[in-house]
């Protein structure tokens, strides 16, 4: 009977690197094992939607998770990379501290340079600071 089908939910904790790892092992085994799609939801906080958002960037996530795990052995990123992005970001107008958070976030964890901006918040003293950062460095 499908109404008797239960909803199952995966959430995984905060905790940086290895939660994101440990989702992602967690997510890996789970489709070996024939069990990933009897998941419903998969949520979390903090490190493990580092992994979220890794894996939510291929459609076919649920179905490949090789590929998914193929970014923890990939080269990492050359932060120079990171910079260079940053400097590009500067004047936006809605550049903030947050973007450079993310930016050191990406290229050390998720060995990715943010592609898109996604922000929806303006902090006038932060962007105060990235100001003073802007005209004190080499971009």
């Known amino acids: 009977n499908q109404n008797n089908v239960p909803h199952i939910a995966l959430l995984g904790s905060g905790g940086g690197q290895r939660a994101d790892v440990s989702l992602m092992g967690t997510l890996y085994q789970m489709e070996k094992e024939g069990l990933l799609d009897t998941l419903v939801y998969v949520g979390g906080i903090s490190g493990s939607t580092w992994c979220m958002s890794s894996v939510y960037n291929d459609p076919e996530w649920s179905s490949n998770m090789d590929r998914a795990m193929s970014r923890l052995f990939r080269p990492g990123i050359e932060m120079k990379q990171a910079v260079d992005w940053l400097c590009e970001q500067m004047n936006d107008e809605d550049f903030s501290l947050s973007d450079v958070w993310g930016a050191l976030t990406s290229v050390e964890?998720?060995?990715?340079?943010?592609?898109?901006?996604?922000?929806?918040?303006?902090?006038?003293n932060i962007a105060t600071n990235i100001s003073h950062l802007k005209h004190n460095t080499h971009c």
């Open 109 to 124: 964890f998720i060995n990715e340079v943010p592609g898109q901006k996604q922000r929806h918040t303006f902090t006038p």
